[in-house]
């Protein structure tokens, strides 16, 4: 706890420069005047840590200790350089270590100021109340959707967001909502390089994409995460609305076999250069085509071309042994051979139906359910009875449908009548596995969620 005695910490603020039109970082230079206390180096430690730790100036970025030109002395910042206000506690220990006061100076410059400190020394008044310096990171860029009260400050606010995030190489800036068919947007450069081609990383999977032609929401990344963990590797999955694969791509890194699709060329051609990226060209088959079509044909798609049995990866030991073994370290003659069970396990089947449907185009997904309607109608009707016992023994698919809702206190009764009527079956908390899960707020009146549940015979005949 600190001291009653203790010097409260300086604080300061960059210069105040409003109606800056352009940004000049020599107009942000501000100067603490300090005393210091100069005492020999071996009783520095002493000093800050224990007798005077109550006094000693701690600032972000600024050391505590300076040099003195005498190098058998240092100097330790202290946090006033007004003598007067040092405390009888202070003068003791000064007194104490037989420690001369000096004057100190410590310049802050532009590099100094974090982002919003900038803003607010710079934007009008009127614009104080809030700071427009939240962004969405997509790779090295940073996405803006700023306020309309902002705009005539956009140049100078990318600048300064730029300046302070290193890990960044453009900022842009949203200019239209995401209505149109391929769900990207327009957006205007503020700073930096005008570069949409993105590298990221997310849960151990590579993404390669341009920004500006696909859509790609990195706040999703947990519930990318949550549904992938919910598949069992043996899983067949199709996700109807890919994009450029945060679904698609680390399912089929699990195992899973994965049929993935976006109409949007750009986001198709993504997809199928990140399965390459992440070497799951094998498991992952993609395609270009409209959700509906794309719902309907792939029962028969999957049956006909069926993914191969998963094989789960084999252990490090397992590798290390083999690696050795391919080496000649070790003969296959002498090598151990793994326990085995009196009975060896059956051969499983390939894999020929689907165990998951994936739609997350949450602006109008639900209006695609009507694709469930008759889909094993010509499974059915060309593979007859093997297919209906293959379904029986796998059992039919769950669809996970995203979706917004506006009515937000009775979001479970408007989500489920509108897929109601775009299912043409009635969807309820009784069905199978059905689940209303929340995944986010998207605006103060609109809501994110999952819609689960599992289809039904008489929805798929």
């Known amino acids: 706890m600190t001291s009653s005695n203790a010097l409260p910490q300086p604080t300061i603020e960059p210069p105040v420069n409003r109606g800056m039109e352009q940004l000049d970082r020599s107009k942000f230079t501000q100067t603490l005047n300090l005393l210091a206390a100069r005492l020999p180096a071996a009783r520095?430690?002493?000093?800050?840590?224990?007798?005077?730790?109550?006094?000693?100036?701690?600032?972000?970025?600024?050391?505590?200790?300076?040099?003195?030109?005498?190098?058998?002395?240092?100097?330790?910042?202290?946090?006033?350089?007004?003598?007067?206000?040092?405390?009888?506690?202070?003068?003791?220990?000064?007194?104490?270590?037989?420690?001369?006061?000096?004057?100190?100076?410590?310049?802050?410059?532009?590099?100094?100021?974090?982002?919003?400190?900038?803003?607010?020394?710079?934007?009008?008044?009127?614009?104080?109340?809030e700071s427009p310096t939240a962004f969405t990171q997509v790779g090295h860029i940073a996405h803006l959707n700023l306020r309309d009260q902002y705009l005539p400050h956009k140049f100078l606010i990318g600048q300064v967001i730029l300046d302070k995030n290193k890990s960044l190489r453009t900022v842009v800036n949203k200019l239209d909502s995401i209505d149109n068919v391929y769900r990207n947007f327009q957006m205007e450069v503020l700073a930096g390089e005008p570069d949409f081609i993105v590298e990221m990383s997310e849960h151990d999977c590579r993404f390669k994409f341009d920004f500006s032609k696909v859509y790609w929401n990195s706040r999703l990344q947990t519930e990318h995460a949550r549904l992938v963990d919910s598949f069992?590797?043996?899983?067949?999955?199709?996700?109807?609305?890919?994009?450029?694969?945060?679904?698609?791509?680390?399912?089929?890194?699990?195992?899973?076999?994965?049929m993935a699709s976006d109409l949007n060329p750009a986001s198709a051609e993504a997809l199928t250069e990140n399965a390459k990226l992440n070497k799951v060209e094998s498991t992952v088959r993609t395609g270009n085509e409209d959700a509906r079509n794309f719902i309907r044909s792939s029962v028969l798609a999957v049956w006909e071309t069926p993914f191969p049995t998963y094989v789960p990866p084999l252990s490090n030991k397992e590798r290390n042994r083999r690696n050795r073994e391919a080496r000649g370290l070790v003969s296959s003659s002498t090598a151990p051979t793994p326990p085995t069970t009196s009975e060896p396990s059956a051969p499983q089947p390939p894999r020929r139906l689907i165990n998951h449907f994936v739609m997350n185009l949450p602006a109008s997904a639900i209006e695609f359910l009507d694709a469930y309607r008759g889909l094993y109608r010509e499974l059915y009707e060309r593979h007859g009875d093997e297919a209906r016992e293959e379904v029986k023994r796998v059992g039919l698919p769950i669809v996970h449908c995203y979706c917004f809702t506006k009515d937000i206190e009775g979001a479970e009764k408007d989500i489920c009548e509108r897929a109601?009527?775009?299912?043409?079956?009635?969807?309820?908390?009784?069905?199978?596995?059905?689940?209303?899960?929340?995944?986010?707020?998207?605006?103060?009146?609109?809501?994110?969620?999952?819609?689960?549940?599992?289809?039904?015979?008489?929805?798929?005949?």
């Open 44 to 129: 520095t430690t002493q000093f800050l840590k224990q007798d005077a730790k109550d006094f000693v100036l701690r600032m972000r970025g600024i050391g505590a200790v300076t040099q003195d030109p005498s190098g058998d002395y240092r100097r330790v910042l202290l946090r006033t350089g007004d003598k007067a206000r040092f405390p009888p506690k202070l003068v003791e220990v000064l007194k104490q270590h037989e420690a001369e006061l000096v004057e100190e100076s410590v310049s802050f410059d532009y590099d100094y100021w974090t982002s919003d400190q900038v803003l607010q020394a710079i934007l009008p008044e009127d614009l104080l109340d």
């Open 232 to 258: 069992d590797p043996q899983d067949v999955v199709c996700d109807a609305f890919a994009g450029v694969g945060p679904f698609a791509i680390p399912a089929g890194k699990k195992g899973c076999g994965v």
């Open 420 to 461: 109601t009527r775009a299912l043409g079956f009635e969807v309820h908390p009784q069905l199978s596995d059905y689940n209303l899960r929340f995944v986010r707020d998207v605006a103060p009146k609109k809501e994110m969620y999952c819609l689960e549940f599992r289809l039904t015979d008489e929805m798929i005949q």
